[in-house]
């Protein structure tokens, strides 16, 4: 999807929102591999607010209408959720702002999809701070995300759209890692010969969640799916009370399971390296971090999520981050059509930080699963 630079165009279609405001600024907004995101700042008789305009991508999400619908009723439980615990839904979960025909989204001339949310002031976090300040964000993080589970818990995941099919199926990724491999339209499979060989001696890490979901050993749950920790904002800066961190990013809310979180989150939370990082000596995995996901995570989950759950969550990291190398390293084979990439072979070094990472937590994993056995 091609980023739009047309100001002009930006201006018109952030005016066909209710903000309340004469818009003065739509900035572009860097975050985010999908969607392309600005920053709009209206301008009222309160003073300046700020607002997110979003331009959905829809060679990803290719029925972005009940995408929204999705998004609508997730919003509008969390935000009651919020307000029955006394807190603030303004701060506290995305709101998304109404269109001047009254409609939460639209769609313009030039058949682009458009969404705004009230901007939620904060921080987000690409990369876990060292020290102290980490170890906190990973538990509030943590606590944040089973917080959300649990306040979407009463939907049922069956009335819910599939944005993205299979997509946290790993064996289906799997096959078309494979099938990216035969087919090597771009002739990049001879230089990543090592990458493929990972992928293919850990194939059997496919079935360790699809394969317990299918078989009715864990429940079906309505989830996240992509639980990155800059997913989540958080208040005063850094940090604030565990109430106040706000869950972002609604787009993959769907049918799944508890243990596709936990495993996201242990996967872009576990290492101070970026997702990215080109010297996969520098990615590390820190037990301080997983201790601090497990104790957070499971003091706002613990009570819902079932013994095979808990069983199943210290491999639940393991599996998320493979298919997350695998997605990455079919991206890079395939020519990087489905992330956006700021270099050349962008996605072949966010698949080498996550295959070192697997390697790492298959180390470690008595060590994981004794903390895990502690917090339960």
Known sequence: MKETTDRNYLLEVARRFDVG???????????????HTYIV???SEHGLKRFILQRVNTDVFTEPSALM?????????????????????????????????????????????????RYVEGRTHDVIPE?????TLAREAAGAFGRFQRDIASLDPADFHEPIPDFHNTPVRYRAFEEAVGRDTCGRAGGVWDEIAFCRGHRNLCELITGPLDRGEIPRRLVHNDTKINNIIFHNGTTGAKSAACVIDLDTVMAGSALFDFGDQVRSTISYAEED??????????PMLFE?????????????????????????????????????????????????????????DRARTQFRLVALMEEKMAALEDIVRRYV
């Open 292 to 348: 601090a996901l497990a104790n957070g995570y499971l003091s706002e989950a613990g009570e819902f999520l079932t013994d095979r759950e808990k069983e199943l969550l210290p491999a639940a990291g393991l599996v998320i981050t493979f298919e997350t190398g695998l997605r990455f390293l079919t991206d890079h084979l395939q020519g990087d059509c489905y992330f956006q990439i700021g270099r050349t072979a962008h996605n072949l």
């Open 69 to 117: 619908d999705n998004i609508i009723r997730v919003t509008e439980t969390v935000a009651r959720k919020v307000e029955d615990r006394g807190g603030n839904p303004a701060r506290e979960a995305l709101t998304p702002i109404r269109t001047t025909d009254g409609n939460h989204s639209m769609e313009c001339d030039r058949g682009d999809f458009w969404r705004s949310y």
């Open 131 to 135: 020290g102290r300040l980490g170890v």
């Open 41 to 43: 700042t209206a301008e």
């Open 277 to 286: 990082e080109r010297d996969v000596d520098k990615v590390t995995l820190e």
């Open 21 to 35: 405001g004469d818009i003065s600024s739509v900035v572009r907004h860097t975050t985010g591999h999908i969607n």
